[in-house]
């Protein structure tokens, strides 16, 4: 995560222990624990300093993604699934997967 102070100065921290309402951190380059509590939506410092708080997931999950995000080759969906069906076997064995239909150019290939 990255914590971003009011003077635009940028430091790395990583988690120790929190929830949604206060958080404790190291500050990468610092061997103490440093805590940030949430009042009123707005995280805070210590030193009773704003700060905005970055979480390393939050930037892909604001992603809009598109259906082109997800598309691949009909080959790389075939050997993708052979893999996951089979891990163990050799490369020269495959898994039949039926071929996309005629009008089709690309495979969607969705996992959950």
Known sequence: ???????????????????????RLVLA??????????????????DCEAV?????WSGRANHEHE????V????LAVELIRLLLNP?????????IPSPSSDSTAT???VA
């Not at 380059?29 to 210590?46: C, P, R």
């Not at 259906?67 to 997800?70: A, G, I, K, N, T």
Request: proline share 2%.
């Open 108 to 110: 969607r290939l969705m």
């Open 88 to 96: 163990e076997e050799d490369e020269d064995v495959s898994t039949p």
């Open 29 to 46: 380059g610092s061997d103490d624990v440093t805590e940030f509590t949430q009042i009123n939506g707005t995280w805070v410092s210590e």
């Open 52 to 56: 905005q708080i970055e979480f390393g």
């Open 72 to 75: 691949c080759s009909h080959e």
């Open 1 to 23: 995560m990255t914590i971003t102070y009011a003077n635009g100065q940028k430091i790395k921290a990583a988690l120790v222990v929190g929830d949604n309402k206060w958080m």
């Open 67 to 70: 259906e082109s995000d997800f």
